[in-house]
T-cell receptor, first 110, second 113 residues
């Protein structure tokens, strides 16, 4: 089975802090994605990566950056956390088309 | 117009009935279609994929795709209370040289015992 693991299940951070969300997959997938999920807005793509050291902006990249130094690891960075970044963050990976999700990180920015 | 549209529900069906979930998409170039199930507080899990017109059956689930009408549906036969969840429709299309996945906002299904 594909396993996508996110480093934290719940996280509380202060406004202005730099926040790192880590995601690791164990199936040698090329493609990795970061989404945020908010009530009524569904899943929105923040960034994605189709290869090591490669990144592309999704639909809502503002306020975020990513890093993919190794194939199995894709990190989402909130440069200066703000309260409107309080959300559920979901990492996903895929080999071809089907995406597999991590368990999610519920981030609260206070 | 949203790229992928779903009725948010809730859709309530009695146990044992057929639940019918619908999804429409705007880009005629869309190629691949998926249904994910998401239980409250959990992450989405893939339950069905469909790539060509027609029906695809897997156990109690049937996915239906009609590219001419730009809709994809999911039928759940013999609905069980354990099927109560939010069902997300996802569509892949080419965008800027990449395959872009867009999700609908989901339909909440309630199966009443």
């Amino acid at each position: 089975d594909v396993k996508v693991t996110q480093s934290s299940r719940y996280l509380v951070k202060r406004t202005g802090e730099k926040v790192f969300l880590e995601c690791v997959q164990d199936m040698d997938h090329e493609n990795m994605f970061w989404y945020r999920q908010d009530p009524g807005l569904g899943l929105r793509l923040i960034y994605f990566s189709y290869d090591v050291k490669m990144k592309e902006k999704g639909d809502i990249p503002e306020g975020y950056s990513v890093s993919r130094e190794k194939k199995e690891r894709f990190s989402l960075i909130l440069e200066s956390a703000s309260t409107n970044q309080t959300s559920m963050y979901l990492c996903a990976s895929s080999l071809t088309r089907e995406a597999f999700f991590g368990q999610g990180t519920r981030l609260t920015v206070v | 117009q949203k790229e992928v549209e779903q009725n948010s529900g809730p859709l309530s069906v009695p146990e044992g009935a057929i639940a019918s979930l619908n999804c429409t998409y705007s880009d005629r170039g869309s190629q691949s279609f998926f249904w994910y199930r998401q239980y409250s507080g959990k992450s989405p899990e893939l339950i069905m994929s469909i790539y060509s017109n027609g029906d695809k059956e897997d156990g109690r689930f049937t996915a239906q795709l009609n590219k001419a009408s730009q809709y994809v549906s999911l039928l759940i036969r013999d609905s069980q209370p354990s099927d109560s969840a939010t069902y997300l429709c996802a569509v892949i299309r080419n965008s800027g040289g990449y395959q872009k996945v867009t999700f609908g906002t989901g339909t909440k299904l309630q199966v009443i015992p």
